[in-house]
């Protein structure tokens, strides 16, 4: 089971969804896709670190401790609550429920991704994240 799919039945099982699981991964793919189909978690680690200061709770989810929680107005704060809505709509429930899902589920995917160090290899460590985001507002 990939990412994506992982992601959506942990999203399904969290808001108790009675939709067709093609539906939730198209939706949860249009939310944090990268546009091929897979999930954009290295896209949003580098949301996170520059919108909002998430380096610690980013570093939690990519480290090999617990994953501290982000809470639901953080992820509509990273997401844009105008995506979180359409993905909400997309998969029959509310915006502040699909925000509390992907609270709860956005640590275990990261988590998942970065398990041996993949996320983070592909950036060049934590520190690599950072630089990258960093580049992004210099002139």
Do not use: C, H, Y
């Not at 998942?112 to 630089?131: D, F, I, P, Y």
């Amino acid at each position: 089971m990939d990412l994506i799919e992982m992601g959506a039945q942990l999203l399904s099982e969290k808001l108790g969804l009675n939709v067709d699981p093609a539906t939730i991964t198209a939706a949860l793919g249009q939310l944090l896709g990268d546009g091929q189909g897979n999930l954009d978690l290295a896209g949003l680690a580098s949301r996170m670190t520059e919108n909002g200061g998430l380096e610690a709770i980013l570093g939690s989810w990519l480290g090999d401790g617990s994953n501290s929680p982000i809470s639901a107005d953080s992820i509509l704060g990273l997401l844009g609550e105008g995506r979180v809505s359409d993905f909400a709509g997309q998969v029959g429930t509310d915006t502040g429920s699909a925000a509390q899902g992907l609270s709860e589920v956005l640590p275990q995917l990261m988590d998942k991704a970065s398990s041996g160090g993949n996320l983070l290899s592909s950036v060049g460590g934590l520190g690599g994240l950072m630089n990258a985001a960093g580049s992004l507002f210099k002139s």
